[in-house]
């Protein structure tokens, strides 16, 4: 596609229940990222996948998140029994290749909020 | 770890003025330095980038001279417009696969 697109673009769920957020990459893209905003702050890193190697997952903030990629297209980014401070905005992010200087291009996003 | 510091908001500007956005950085070696902009209800685009000492990246007025001496990359524009109005996101690249974000900076630009 155009750009990276995700869905959904918002989300309001109970505390305690799973949420499955979605992402396309654009097209040919190989690398795509997983990144978290909370309200007010700057971006952090959860996960990246390249190709068919195994998938970074430093970021990772507990064993309730995990992500998944099929080939080198659609990922999943699952979060189990979320908790209050899961409230964020959860952004996606392809790029045609990896290493230093290589532009990385988002999407606009899910909102996630956990009441 | 590499990190990024920036200059802590919300900047209120008039239009036609001058801005700075400072941002430095801690990295080991010399990664590339990137600037990302949000404007309201849309998402993080890239504006500029540059990926070695004392390359200058430029877009749309915009620009940030890659400085190791003093490991910045501060944002400057010679005249804001309203249009300007957005955080600013200073950002490195951390190794093969990690953009490390600074706090973000909120510029309002006024008429």
């Known amino acids: 596609g155009a750009g990276v697109s995700q869905s959904p673009s918002n989300k309001v769920t109970e505390k305690g229940k799973d949420v499955e957020l979605r992402c396309d990459p654009i097209s040919g893209h190989t690398a795509l990222y997983w990144y978290r905003q909370r309200l007010g702050q700057g971006l952090e890193f959860l996960i990246y996948?390249?190709?068919?190697?195994?998938?970074?997952k430093s970021g990772l903030p507990s064993d309730r998140f995990s992500a998944e990629r099929t080939g080198e297209s659609v990922s999943t980014l699952t979060i189990q029994r979320t908790q209050q401070e899961d409230s964020a905005v959860y952004l996606c992010?392809?790029?045609?290749?990896?290493?230093?200087?290589?532009?990385?291009?988002f999407g606009e996003g899910s909102w996630l909020t956990v009441v | 770890g590499d990190s990024v510091t920036q200059m802590e908001g919300p900047v209120t500007l008039s239009e036609e003025a001058f801005l700075t956005i400072n941002c430095t950085y801690t990295?080991?070696?010399?990664?590339?330095l990137f600037w990302y902009v949000q404007y309201p209800g849309e998402g993080l685009q890239l504006l500029l980038k540059?990926?070695?000492?004392?390359d200058k990246g430029s877009n749309k007025g915009f620009e940030a001279t890659y400085r190791k001496e003093t490991t910045s990359f501060h944002l400057e524009k010679g005249s804001v417009q309203v249009s300007d109005s957005a955080v600013y996101f200073c950002a490195l690249f951390e190794g093969y696969n990690k953009l490390i974000f600074g706090a973000g900076t909120r510029l309002a630009v006024h008429p």
């Open positions: 990295a080991t070696g010399y990664p590339s």
């Open positions: 540059a990926t070695k000492a004392d």
């Open positions: 996948f390249q190709g068919n190697s195994a998938p970074d």
């Open positions: 992010a392809s790029s045609a290749q990896t290493g230093q200087g290589n532009t990385i291009y």
